[in-house]
Antibody, heavy 117, light 111 residues
């Protein structure tokens, strides 16, 4: 069955960058968008953007424009999300999820990113 | 951006009793293709979200039939016909009609 497995927890200092990976299995990666959603501690869900693995095309929420990059390596069925110039309010769990026209049907387990000096 | 406003349950729910959660959108969620891309997700404690309902009223694969979705335009409802212990968690509505995709703030279901 379709599955997304994310990289492990990260601790970063303010101003640094973090790169989170999301490895797909059980389905053809290039056939579906991968979205990134984050959740700050005790808060709700926030959509960050998406990548179409086939072309590498991306769409981002305006809030993250210029600070986020999403890339892919189709040879290993893996998507990457890099967030730069980290701030303390970037501390969150970051999820990747498979996108369908109607929503997000398969989710990764989440990667905790902690930004602290 | 489209804002989704969810109601909060007034009190803990009783096992075996129904529960209903509302989600109101700041704009119509009818897409230019005629479909309504409003989905409901469940997030159990410590877990990633899970898709329950898509296109307002379609139950996703493997979701128990005690969950149902209804609504159109700007007003939507998720109903649990008989709450079970495993239904504890936070429920989010999400719209995929217009970028950026947005979520409601969530509704907590506790027993």
């Amino acid at each position: 069955q379709a599955q997304l497995v994310q990289s492990g927890a990260e601790v970063k200092k303010p101003g640094a960058s973090v790169k989170v990976s999301c490895k797909a299995s059980g389905y053809t990666l290039i056939g579906y968008y991968i979205h990134w959603v984050r959740q700050a501690p005790g808060k709700g869900l926030e959509w960050m953007g998406r990548i179409y693995p086939s072309s590498g095309g991306t769409d981002f929420a305006q809030k993250f424009q210029g600070r986020v990059t999403m890339t892919r390596d189709t040879s290993i069925n893996t998507i990457y999300m890099e967030l730069r110039r980290l701030r303390s309010d970037d501390t969150a769990i970051y999820f990747c999820a498979r996108g369908r026209p109607f929503g997000l049907d398969v989710w990764g387990q989440g990667t905790t990113v902690t930004v602290s000096s | 951006d489209i804002v989704l406003t969810q109601t909060q349950l007034s009190s803990p729910v009783t096992l075996g009793q129904p529960a209903s959660i509302s989600c109101r959108s700041s704009q119509s969620l009818v897409h230019s293709d005629g479909k309504t891309y409003l989905s409901w997700l469940q997030q159990r404690p410590g877990q990633p979200p899970r898709l329950l309902i898509y296109e307002a009223s379609n139950r996703f694969s493997g979701v128990p039939d005690r969950f149902s979705g209804s609504g159109a335009g700007t007003d939507f409802t998720l109903k649990i016909s008989r709450v079970e212990a495993e239904d504890v968690g936070i429920y989010y509505c999400m719209q995929a009609t217009q970028f950026p995709w947005t979520f409601g703030l969530g509704t907590k279901v506790e027993i």
